[in-house]
């Protein structure tokens, strides 16, 4: 059963209710070890997952960018030189 609690200023914790739960969450040793065996793994993969640095998305943005910027950048010299 876990439990969240808050710091009452005296230094002792408090329990409060889950809607408040801001500052601390106690859970008993079962949780825990639930917890840090499977769900913690778990989370962390999928994480992993949704964070990763995609080698491929990332070089096909970089060339967009770089094309986009030689292509305006030339464009203009042009414009310039055909306005002369």
Known sequence: MSVCA???GT???KIVAETDCTEFVLVSQSEFVELQSGS???M???LHLLF???VEVFAIVELSLIMAFLTSHFGGRVARWLGK
Do not use: I, S, V
Request: aromatic letters at 14%; zero cysteines; proline letters at 0%.
């Open 6 to 8: 808050a710091n009452d």
């Open 44 to 46: 962390n993969e999928t």
């Open 11 to 13: 230094g002792y914790l």
């Open 40 to 42: 913690l793994q778990q």
């Open 52 to 54: 990763a640095f995609d």
